[in-house]
């Protein structure tokens, strides 16, 4: 027989996992940086430049699937702020209508 007293009582408690939003803002950085990549001096080579602009849609959409659920576990458990997540969902959405927004005004021009 063991002597040690046992806790039976209640169910097991699963902790969440515990993400305050980090991997979103730097996938949201990530394509906003990557969006001002055409700016940089013509001395660079264009893939250096111009390679970055097709990640921009594609990581800003991680940025927001990311941050979302720590937003919604957050809103659920009633952790105040989870600014990281916010900020790289903003990041993100900006870096997926950036683009959509520049090509809406192309076409118009054009």
């Known amino acids: 027989m063991r002597s040690a007293k046992q806790d039976t ?3 097991a408690y699963r902790a969440e996992p515990r993400t305050g939003g980090t991997g979103s803002l730097v996938l949201g950085i990530g394509a906003v940086v990557a ?5 940089l001096p013509e ?3 264009p893939l250096v430049r ?3 602009l097709y990640a921009v849609v594609p990581v800003g959409i991680c ?3 990311w941050g979302l659920p720590d937003l919604w576990r957050a809103r659920r458990s009633g952790v105040p702020g989870p600014v990281r997540a916010r900020l790289g969902v903003l ?5 997926v209508l950036a683009p959509l927004v520049w090509l809406f ?3 118009r021009v054009g």
């Open 105 to 107: 005004l192309y076409a």
């Open 9 to 11: 009582a209640g169910p």
């Open 63 to 65: 940025a927001v699937v």
């Open 43 to 45: 001395a660079l080579p």
């Open 35 to 39: 969006f001002g990549c055409p700016f």
């Open 91 to 95: 990041l993100g959405s900006l870096a």
């Open 50 to 52: 111009f390679l970055p």
